[in-house]
């Protein structure tokens, strides 16, 4: 089991910056992927960026360059930031953190509770 608790959402002006955190806990050694999603009203979720157990990262076409996402580790626990830059009114929506985690061959998606982030003048 892995738990995921978000933090540092809030409002900001467009071509501001906001730093989300999520702090993973539990069976953290058996997480391959830990990233973030986010969904806008009315629309599916979708990915922003992840990270991999090794420190490899992918980010969504219209986040790179903006975005960064990184990890630190302690023995009980992993941080995962998202720094978010020059932020647009698009950028608005509910944030989740996500974790995959693979297990004998299956993989499972845990999820935190979301943040939301809203870009507005």
């Known amino acids: 089991q892995v738990q995921l608790v978000e933090s540092g959402g809030g409002l900001v002006q467009p071509g501001g910056s906001l730093r989300l955190s999520c702090a993973a806990s539990g069976s953290i050694s058996t997480i391959y992927t830990t990233g973030w999603y986010r969904q806008a009203p009315g629309k599916q979720r979708e990915l922003v960026a992840f990270?991999?157990?090794?420190?490899?990262?992918?980010?969504s076409d219209s986040m790179e360059g903006r975005f960064t996402i990184t990890i630190s580790r302690d023995n009980a626990k992993n941080t995962v930031d998202l720094q978010m830059t020059s932020l647009k009114p698009e950028d608005t929506a509910v944030y989740y953190c996500?974790?995959?985690?693979?297990?004998?061959?299956?993989?499972?998606?845990?999820w935190g509770q979301g943040t939301q982030v809203t870009v507005s003048s």
């Open positions: 990270i991999t157990n090794s420190g490899d990262t992918r980010y």
């Open positions: 996500n974790a995959v985690v693979i297990t004998e061959g299956d993989s499972y998606h845990y």
